[in-house]
């Protein structure tokens, strides 16, 4: 992973981070919920490769476009179903679940990064 990648991923995950506390603080915050969980998959695909392929990637495994055989991009694409649905969500306003889920996605997204960017 180079650099520039790399930092961006870490910018990212701590600012994944540190909206998850201020929207657990501060309810009037919950918007930042649904920032947060897509910072913190931002700062997956960064960790990963080109976020804007991976990105197209994911969208068409989701579309049915191609069979997903690897584990990785399975999982990418169940944490993106995970946000679309947490995004669906919103309007039912089921702030504990939402919260529990963000708080999972961002906690996943922090143990792979943390594992990509510390190979170097």
């Known amino acids: 992973m180079d650099e520039n990648r790399k930092g961006w991923a870490l910018r990212y995950l701590r600012e994944a981070i540190d909206e998850i506390k201020i929207a657990k603080r501060n309810r009037r915050a919950a918007d930042l919920i649904f920032d947060a969980i897509r910072k913190a998959q931002a700062a997956v ?3 990963l490769g080109e976020p ?3 990105d197209y990637i ?13 584990p990785i991009l399975r999982f990418l694409v169940e944490i993106e179903k ?6 669906n969500m919103e309007q039912t306003f089921e ?4 919260m529990r889920e963000s708080d999972r996605i ?4 922090s143990k792979i990064v943390n594992l990509l960017t510390s190979e170097d």
């Open 52 to 54: 804007t392929f991976i």
């Open 45 to 47: 695909y960064y960790s």
């Open 95 to 98: 702030d504990e679940l939402i």
């Open 82 to 87: 995970s946000i679309n649905r947490l995004e």
């Open 106 to 109: 961002v906690s996943i997204a």
């Open 58 to 70: 994911v969208n068409e495994m989701l579309e049915g476009k191609l069979l997903i055989g690897n």
